[in-house]
């Protein structure tokens, strides 16, 4: 990813859950947070509770692939993270990828949008 570091630390990950805005779907939670820098930085969480590791790491692909096509469309400097609920271990690649850019763009990560 271009323009995108990880979120590798726990303390990390609490700061975006306490601080930061959400926004919901059937399938997932994304939260955002500014960070003060020029670069977004993505964590993925994805339960032990959605299946096995081959499911969880379907899922953690599909999203990471999500945001990396989306990328460039993203305003800069939040630190973002993408929670998978149980419905995401079944849901089709389109319908992960519908609710991940709606819940983007109601925090305000696509242009034009400003809630964050």
Do not use: Q, W
């Not at 570091?5 to 500014?34: I, M, Q, T």
């Not at 998978?84 to 696509?110: D, F, N, T, V």
Request: aromatic share 6%.
């Amino acid at each position: 990813m271009e323009f995108t570091d990880s979120l590798r630390k726990n303390h990390e990950f609490r700061r975006v859950y306490s601080r930061g805005k959400s926004a919901a779907s059937p399938c997932l939670v994304v939260y955002a947070k500014r960070n003060g820098s020029r670069e977004n930085r993505l964590g993925l969480t994805v339960s032990t509770k959605l299946g096995c590791a081959v499911v969880r790491n379907r899922v953690r692909r599909r999203l990471r692939e999500i945001y990396r096509l989306n990328e460039p469309l993203l305003r800069r400097g939040f630190d973002i993270v993408v929670v998978a609920r149980h419905r995401a271990a079944g849901a089709e690649y389109a319908r992960l990828e519908r609710e991940m850019l709606g819940s983007m763009r109601a925090l305000g990560l696509l242009p034009g949008e400003e809630r964050a």
